[in-house]
């Protein structure tokens, strides 16, 4: 059974910096990509990140240079290191196993003006 669990998530000012972490198991890690998302109150669910299975990485326009997906292949874990946050990057963020179409629960990141 594919079990994602999110953590790091938390409330901090604008300009600070969140580290998100997603621990995968249930499945072959190192032959999977992985993608975080977010979802804000009333909006959409977006697509934040990907990184392959050999670490090609991809970024929404409005994270890039500000956020840095990665993996340990070793720990089974992704991910999120998120500097110069803004109040507009308030939102649950989720982390997505692609091959398995799997989803963690969600970690909720709170940034205040």
Known sequence: QVQLVES?????QAGGSLRLSCAASGIIFSFN???WYRQAPGKQRELVATITRVGS??????VKGRFTISRDNAKNT???????????????YYCHAY??????????VTVSP
């Open 99 to 108: 091959s398995y179409n799997s989803w963690g629960q969600g970690t909720q």
């Open 57 to 62: 990485t991809n970024y929404a326009d409005s």
């Open 8 to 12: 790091g998530g938390g409330l901090v």
């Open 33 to 35: 990509a992985f993608d």
């Open 78 to 92: 992704v991910y999120l290191q998120m500097n110069s946050l803004k109040p507009e990057d308030t939102a649950v």
